[in-house]
């Protein structure tokens, strides 16, 4: 038999008992109440995303074709295509006095009397170039009625297709928090893997039965199979968690999604992967070197120190994703999955670096994977005291 | 070293005894025999040609320390492992289901096997061993731990398995009258080494000791004093030299007293074992 084959086997073993287990269940169903609850609280105390709030006081005893205009653009719709984002909102005021003491107190941004307006000594200039553009419109409309063309055929010369705007760059702070959050995740979902091949490795020695499975495959096989079939697992979760949490935000309109959410979303899925591949396979060298659940923990004890150093590291790094830290962490594999996501969500990421950080990874995945696969071929079989590290890479294999 | 210069051939389509005192090697051997570990040097060999990865993934093993993934089900375990030994899906499934019925566990079939009983668990390990149909199977100590109805179950199963498929099944055991009772051959292995091997009959023969048993009532213990060359063993055997004649030891034993019994006694396999080990 080929050995893919039988590493699906083995795969498809673990993520049968993936399911049935009940632990794995209960951690899902915490994770999934804990990101509902997080959206749902983000919901409820209102989020800083989105475009800010504007409000414009009028004195209304004087309409003005400007109130009229600016109170269109409250729609929204036409703002946005100019490349505005505000939500604009319009208070009416008595008279100019009141007027002039609201935008001096910040009561309101800016308001509009006797064809004046009147700003705080820092004016938002979205709204200023807002309301300008505003006048403008009503007023080459009223030269245009003055000029005798009738109503259609001002509201054709009115109406010129705006200019279109896209964005080319994510914007920054929704891609921040998508960052924090996807390093989050992988840090949460790595160690959580890790330590399931770690526990079902031991639980394989414990039990005796990896004699009879290695009577008939090979360990590297085993190995494969395993790392594949939990991670396979893992995956579903993050995907499950993912789907609960984001479901919960849309509905709730808590976040507004960056245009790069989706590119952020694959990222992560690489890096996942990747980061996935490298600890997997080290948890589970390590773990064929002890025979019980209880020193699984001493054992695994160095990569937890580096995944946790790496998770503190990333925090500090994506505060600024262009420093030195942040850029160092890219190159360095234990650390890089839980960095680059976060960089490229805030757009600070060269292609190239992203380039030479994905081949460092598959580089030393590669290695790891070769060092997991004799740690364990060599230890996996010894029952009784753990062995030592040294001393498990030196001995001989099985005949496999 | 756990094993020195040690060689031997199973007869196939047989039933193979391989004893030795504990730390003999026979566990380090049946592991080397399935490549779960590594010989410093050596061959093994199976029909003829070096046993190569196809050829080890249709053994039935049953290792010295059991064990089974205590939170699997019972039914989906054997066809799990009937699969990684190669065995199609379907097929994998049927095989499990028949060697449970057989085996009269079948109502255990879904439930996780650390829910069942010690004596059900070791079917179900015989059963991992055997569902696959495995042209030869390596049992370590496969007795051990079982009631004398467990041992006839398992003596009727592995007889079944040789006189149906013609399997060849090597087994190790220090229950030596079971061994002498189901196998043809054996290996009698000490401290590394091959003391012994052949077919049971063979090595009786070659032990040559002529020796009958003779049970006289009313006699004094040592009635055969006056017969050349006769020697008491325990129970009523007496071993002869080469000079003495059977029917001298039979006058003196009516001369003496009452003879019940009178007849040639074989000499049995834990003889031949503790002979054997002893000389070491």
């Not at chain 1, 979303?265 to 659940?293: D, E």
């Not at chain 2, 668990?121 to 109805?149: I, K, Y």
């Not at chain 2, 009523?236 to 001369?255: T, V």
Request: overall charge neutral.
């Amino acid at each position: 038999m080929k050995a893919w084959p039988t590493i699906r086997l083995v795969a498809g073993r673990e993520l049968r008992e993936g399911v049935r287990s009940r632990a794995i269940r209960a951690s899902l169903v915490v994770q999934v109440l804990l990101v509902v609850a997080i959206a749902l609280f983000a919901a409820a105390s209102g989020s800083d995303d989105g475009p800010p709030s504007l409000e414009l006081g009028v004195v209304s005893t004087e309409p003005q074709p400007v109130v009229r205009a600016a109170r269109a653009q409250q729609q929204g719709s036409r703002a946005q295509q100019q490349g505005f984002e505000l939500r604009l909102r319009v208070r009416e005021l008595p008279d100019a006095v009141a007027a002039r003491r609201a935008v001096r107190e910040e009561e309101v941004d800016a308001a509009l009397t006797g064809g004046r307006l009147l700003v705080p000594g820092d004016p938002d200039a979205a709204l200023v170039a807002l309301l300008q553009s505003a006048s403008r419109s009503a007023r080459s409309a009223q030269n245009l009625r003055d000029a005798g063309l009738t109503q259609p055929q001002i509201a054709a010369a009115m109406m010129p297709a705006p200019l279109a705007t896209e964005r080319v760059a994510a914007q920054e702070g929704g891609g921040e928090g998508l960052a924090f959050l996807g390093s989050l995740l992988l840090y949460i979902a790595v160690i959580s893997c890790g330590y399931a091949i770690a526990s079902g490795v031991v639980t394989e020695k414990n039990s005796r039965v990896v004699e009879i499975v290695l009577s008939a495959i090979r360990p590297s096989q085993l190995l494969a199979g395993k790392v594949l079939g939990v991670g396979l697992i893992g995956l579903m979760q993050i995907v499950i968690v993912v789907s609960a949490g984001l479901g919960v935000a849309l509905a709730t309109g808590s976040v507004d999604m960056p245009s790069t959410t989706g590119q952020t979303a694959a990222l992560v899925t690489v890096y996942f992967l990747l980061g996935y591949a490298l600890f997997g396979m080290a948890f589970a060298g390590a773990a064929s070197i002890v025979s019980r659940q209880e020193d699984i923990q001493s054992t695994t004890m160095p990569l937890m120190v580096i995944l946790i150093g790496g998770y503190v590291l990333s925090t500090t790094a994506l505060g600024n994703p262009d420093g030195t830290l942040a850029v160092v962490g890219t190159f360095l594999p234990p650390i890089a999955p839980m960095i680059v996501p976060g960089r490229a969500a805030q757009a600070a990421l060269p292609a190239w670096q992203l380039a030479a950080s994905i081949a460092l990874m598959l580089l030393t995945v590669l290695v790891v994977a070769k060092v997991a696969a004799r740690l364990y071929a060599r230890s996996v079989l010894r029952f009784g005291a753990p062995m030592k590290l040294t001393e498990a890479l030196r001995r001989r294999g099985t005949a496999q | 070293m756990a094993l020195d210069e040690l060689s031997f051939s199973v007869p196939a389509g047989r039933m193979f005894g391989f004893v030795g005192p504990n730390g003999a090697g026979k566990t380090t051997a049946m592991r080397i025999v399935l490549g779960v570990l590594a010989p410093d040097a050596g061959e093994v060999h199976w029909q003829g040609r070096a046993l190569d990865e196809q050829g080890r993934r249709g053994i039935g093993y049953m290792p010295e320390e059991r064990g089974l993934y205590p939170k699997m089900p019972v039914g989906e375990q054997l066809g799990y492992l009937a699969q990684l030994h190669g065995m199609p899906a379907v097929r994998a499934r049927d095989a499990a289901a028949r060697w449970l019925e057989r085996l009269g566990i079948a109502d255990r079939t879904d439930d996780p096997v650390e829910a069942l009983s010690l004596g059900n668990q070791q079917r179900v390990q015989l059963a991992a061993a055997l569902v696959h149909e495995p042209p030869l199977l390596v049992l370590d100590e496969p007795f051990s731990g079982l009631d004398p109805v467990g041992v006839d179950v398992l003596s009727e199963v592995l007889l079944d398995e040789v006189r149906r498929r013609g399997a060849t099944i090597v087994f190790s055991s220090h229950q030596l009258e079971l061994v002498e009772r189901l196998c043809d051959a054996v290996a009698i292995i000490a401290a590394g080494r091959l003391v012994a091997s052949g077919g049971v009959d063979e090595l009786r023969r070659a032990h040559g000791s002529r020796r009958w048993r003779v049970q006289v009532s009313g006699a004094p213990a040592a009635w055969h004093g006056g017969v050349d060359g006769v020697r008491a063993l325990e129970d009523s055997i007496y071993e002869l030299g080469d000079q003495a004649d059977p029917q001298a030891l039979l006058d003196a034993a009516r001369r003496q007293g009452r003879v019940e019994r009178f007849g040639p006694a074989e000499v049995t396999l834990a003889e031949l074992f503790r002979e054997a080990t002893a000389a070491r």
